[in-house]
């Protein structure tokens, strides 16, 4: 079922923290509402994997559906304070492919025998607070910050496609085709005017993501 986004007709400030209140809890403790789209890994056969491969396999798998929560609360808190209605809708409409991302790792975390993170409410609420943070410093800023988190998405992607063993056709459909999404958002953000973030900016997001993979493979 398509979702809907708040950009079908005018709401208030209030009406709107309503509305992402709802979204949270549909993101943390929900079934995510995807597009139309189905999962890569649909039609795929589930691999032999020893128990640690299994394991393993999982546990990136979490770290990417909680990647998966955080780009949901960014683009959401994004939403929140943009400037211009155009990149509210941006954001939103991004947010809805980031759903589909969302619903495909939890369908594949179940299918290995493991549980999302226990720290995903944590993360939501820190990434919700950047993303309206960013959008309250400037669209060009809030769009500068997509394209950047994007770009550390994809090279955080890439390093678990070389740890997914060979056999892992599922897992590794599903991160495929999330590389190509986020390579359109950061393409998408980028044209309409974001801005190259300055290198503390930068380094501190790659700090902060390097703190939550770490975490969320363990907890």
């Known amino acids: 079922m398509k979702t809907h986004t708040a950009s079908t007709r005018r709401y208030s400030s209030l009406d709107r923290l309503f509305i992402n209140a709802d979204h949270a809890m549909r993101t943390l403790f929900g079934r995510p509402q995807t597009t139309e789209r189905s999962s890569p890994a649909t039609n795929l056969t589930e691999p032999e994997l020893r128990k640690d491969q299994r394991r393993h396999v999982a546990r990136l798998m979490r770290i ?23 990149t509210r809708q941006r954001m939103e409409r991004s947010a809805e492919e980031e759903n589909d991302h969302l619903a495909w790792c939890e369908t594949r975390l179940e299918e290995l025998g493991d549980r999302k993170s226990l720290l995903n409410p944590l993360w939501y609420a820190g990434s919700f607070a950047m ?6 410093a400037g669209d ?23 740890q997914i063993p060979a056999q892992d056709e599922k897992s590794r459909a599903i991160l495929e ?3 190509v999404d986020e390579i359109k958002h950061a393409q998408v953000a980028k044209s309409a005017g974001g ?5 503390p900016i930068r380094l501190a997001m790659k700090l902060t993501s390097r703190i939550m993979t770490r975490t969320v493979y363990w907890v």
């Open 177 to 179: 085709q999330m590389k």
């Open 131 to 136: 993303g309206a943070t960013a959008g309250i």
């Open 140 to 162: 060009k800023w809030s769009l500068g910050f997509v394209v950047e988190t994007e770009r550390q998405v994809e090279s955080h992607l890439d390093d678990h496609l070389e």
């Open 64 to 86: 990417n559906h909680t990647g998966e929560v955080c780009a949901q609360a960014l683009y959401q808190g994004q939403a929140l304070t943009a400037k211009l209605p155009e």
């Open 195 to 199: 801005a190259d973030l300055p290198g």
